[in-house]
C-alpha cells in the first residue's frame, strides 16, 4: 500500500499547469490548484492585477486572502462559494479527492457578480481600511473580469465536472502506482530471499560457520587440490540435551550459538568449519600436522571455560584424525575422527556430573559460598544425630544441602544479589531455582534421590512457600529439615553483601516462624539443640 502520497505524485504538474492556464483565459477568471493546506501546487492562472498587485501587496489584504482560502479549500462534495473580505469579489472552492483522500482544491474566482456589486461609497471604506489610496483602488477595480450569476455557476458546474475527472484520472495513477510499488517491493522481497537462500545453502544459520553439503563441498575441494595433509576435526558439544531438557532449547541454540562463535574466532582463515548435525561439528585443516589440530582443540575448549556468555560454560569432545595423501579415503578418515571423538565423549561423561560443574560456577560468581554450605553442612549433620536419623538419612540430607540451590544458575545475577526486596516479577525470577535444581538433580543416578527435597527446599509449614505451596505435612520430612537448618546458617553466617544475624536474634525469629515457615515440632526441636550443642555466650 501507498500511504503517503500527494496531488504531484499521481499527476505530471506541467500538463495540470497547461490545462488551469488554458481554462482561466478561455473563461477570463483566476485559477490556482491548492494543497488542502493552502500551498499553491500550480501557478497562479490569469490572476487579476486588482488582486495581484494591489490588494495581496497589503498586510491586511494578504491575510484577508490567506483566511478566505483556508474556507475554500476545505474538503466538500460541491463547490464552496465565497466573498473576499477585502474587496467583495467572489471566489469559490472545488476539491480534488482522490481514494478519499482529499489532495487538493481548485480555486477559481476575482470576479465581481453583476447586479450584487458594492457601492463606491463602500469600495472606498475598504480602501481606506486596506490603507490603499482611494482613486488607484477604484480605478484598478474596473478592470476585474465582471460575470453574471449565472455565468459563475457555469464556470463552477464545468470545474466540478474536471474536478471529477481528475479524480478518477488520479484514482487510476494511484492504483497503477500501487501496483507498481507492490511489484517493487515483491521483486525486493524475492531478492532478500535468494540471497537467503542462497546464504544459508552455504552458512548454518544458528552458529554462522558452514553448513553440512558446503562443508563437505569444501572438504572435497581442498582434496582436489591437493593440500595435504589435512588435519581431520570431529566435535560434539556435551550436555546439549541436558541443557534444552533443564532450560529449554532456546538456551541451547545460546550455547550452539556461543559455540560456533568461539569455533570462528580461535580458527585461521583456512580453517574450513561446518555443522554436520544438531550438535556435531566438522573442522578441517589443509597443510598441517596433528599437532596443530590438538593445539586448535585445546584453544577452543579454553575458551569455552573461560567465557561468561552461557550459564554453564560449554565442552566439546574432540578427535581428529590426519589424512596424509590422496591416497586415503576422505570419509574413513572422517569416520576414524568421530569414532575417536566419541570415545573421548564417553570418557568425560563418566566421569562428569554437570551439578558439580555448575557448583563450581555459582561459587565463582559468589551466588554462593563455599564455606557457608560446608558449614551448613555440618550442622546439618550435627542436628541429624542429635535427632536420632540413621546414617542413610543423614547422607541423604548431606547431599541435599550441597546441590539443593544449583539451580540460581538460571537466575539474573541481578535478581540473586540484589540488596532489600525483590519486585514480583525479581521473585518470580528467583523462585524458579528450586525447579531447575529438581531438574538437574534428576540427570544423575546418585542425585535422583534428593530431587524431590531439592524441589521443595522452600514450601513452608504454612502453605505460602514455593514451587507448590504445599502445607504442613505435605511436605517431605527431609525438605523440612533441610528448609529450617539452612534458613538459620544463612542467617547467623558472617557475610560481605548482606548483614548477618546475631545468633540470639536468629533464634528468636526461629520461634516466631515456628508454625508459619517452619515445622513447629522440628523447630522446637532444633531450638533445644542449639541451647544444648551451640549455646549463646
Known amino acids: ?41 500550480t501557478k497562479p492562472s490569469n490572476f487579476c492585477d486588482f488582486c495581484k498587485n494591489l490588494i495581496r501587496k497589503t498586510e491586511i489584504g494578504s491575510k484577508n486572502c490567506e483566511y478566505s482560502d483556508s474556507i475554500l479549500g476545505r474538503k466538500s462534495d460541491k463547490p464552496v462559494v465565497s466573498r473576499c473580505l477585502s474587496a467583495g469579489l467572489v471566489d469559490a472552492g472545488v476539491s480534488i479527492v482522490i481514494n478519499g483522500k482529499h489532495l487538493a482544491s481548485w480555486m477559481i474566482g476575482q470576479v465581481i457578480l453583476e447586479g450584487e456589486e458594492m457601492s463606491e461609497l463602500e469600495q472606498r471604506e475598504r480602501a481606506k481600511l486596506l490603507g490603499i489610496e482611494e482613486e ?16 459563475f455557476e457555469r464556470i463552477l458546474e464545468m470545474i466540478h465536472v474536471l474536478a471529477m475527472q481528475l479524480s478518477q484520472l488520479g484514482l487510476k495513477n494511484y492504483v497503477q502506482k500501487e501496483e507498481l510499488a507492490y511489484r517493487i517491493q515483491l521483486e525486493e522481497d524475492l531478492r532478500r530471499e535468494k540471497a537467503h537462500l542462497e546464504y544459508y545453502s552455504k552458512y548454518d544459520e544458528l552458529t554462522g560457520v558452514f553448513s553440512r553439503s558446503y562443508f563437505e563441498e569444501k572438504l572435497d575441494e581442498i582434496c582436489q587440490k591437493g593440500e595435504y595433509p589435512i588435519a581431520i576435526i570431529s566435535g560434539d558439544m556435551n550436555n546439549l ?11 541451547g541454540d545460546y550455547m550452539l550459538e556461543n559455540l560456533g562463535e ?38 577452543v575448549n579454553k575458551a569455552c571455560q573461560n567465557t561468561k556468555e552461557c550459564m554453564v560454560p560449554p565442552t566439546v569432545a574432540f578427535g581428529y584424525q590426519v589424512m596424509e595423501s590422496a591416497y586415503e579415503e576422505v570419509r574413513k578418515v572422517m569416520k576414524t575422527a568421530d569414532e575417536i571423538m566419541y570415545k573421548a565423549k564417553m570418557q568425560k561423561k563418566q566421569g562428569q556430573n554437570i551439578n558439580s560443574e555448575i557448583l563450581e560456577v555459582l561459587f565463582y560468581r559468589n551466588y554462593l559460598s563455599r564455606e557457608q554450605i560446608k558449614e551448613s553442612v555440618e550442622r546439618i549433620e550435627r542436628f541429624a544425630k542429635y535427632a536420632n536419623l540413621d546414617e542413610h538419612e543423614i547422607e541423604i540430607l548431606k547431599f541435599s544441602a550441597q546441590i539443593q540451590d544449583v539451580g540460581l544458575i538460571a537466575v539474573p545475577e541481578a535478581v540473586v544479589k540484589k540488596q532489600g526486596l525483590r519486585t514480583p516479577e525479581e521473585k518470580a525470577e528467583m523462585e524458579k531455582h528450586t525447579e531447575i535444581g529438581y531438574r538437574l538433580a534428576k540427570m544423575y543416578e546418585e542425585s535422583f534421590p534428593v530431587a524431590k527435597i531439592i524441589l521443595q527446599s522452600h514450601e513452608c509449614w504454612h502453605g505460602l512457600g514455593y514451587p507448590n505451596h504445599l502445607k504442613g505435612n505435605e511436605i517431605l520430612y527431609e525438605a523440612r529439615f533441610l528448609y529450617l537448618v539452612t534458613a538459620y546458617s544463612y542467617w ?33 526441636q532444633f531450638l533445644e539443640y542449639l541451647e544444648k550443642q551451640e549455646p549463646v555466650e
Open 262 to 299: 568461539i569455533l570462528r574466532k580461535e580458527a585461521k582463515p583456512s580453517y574450513i568449519i561446518g555443522r554436520c548435525g544438531g550438535d556435531e561439528f566438522g573442522i578441517a585443516i589443509p597443510f598441517v600436522a596433528k599437532e596443530e589440530a590438538e593445539d586448535y582443540c585445546n584453544r
Open 241 to 251: 540435551k541436558m541443557m534444552n531438557d533443564v532450560f529449554g532449547h532456546q538456551y
Open 136 to 151: 488607484i483602488f477604484m480605478e484598478s477595480l474596473k478592470k476585474v473580469p465582471r460575470k453574471s450569476k449565472e455565468q
Open 492 to 524: 547467623v553466617y558472617p557475610k560481605t553483601n548482606h548483614v548477618s544475624l546475631e545468633p540470639k536474634i536468629a533464634r528468636e525469629r526461629l520461634k516466631e516462624q515456628a508454625g508459619k515457615q517452619f515445622d513447629p515440632v522440628l523447630t522446637e
Open 1 to 41: 500500500m501507498i500511504d503517503k502520497y500527494e496531488f504531484q505524485d499521481l499527476f505530471d504538474l506541467d500538463e495540470v499547469q497547461h490545462l488551469t492556464d488554458a481554462i482561466s483565459m478561455a473563461l477570463e477568471v483566476g485559477i490556482v490548484i491548492v494543497s488542502p493546506d493552502g500551498l499553491p501546487i
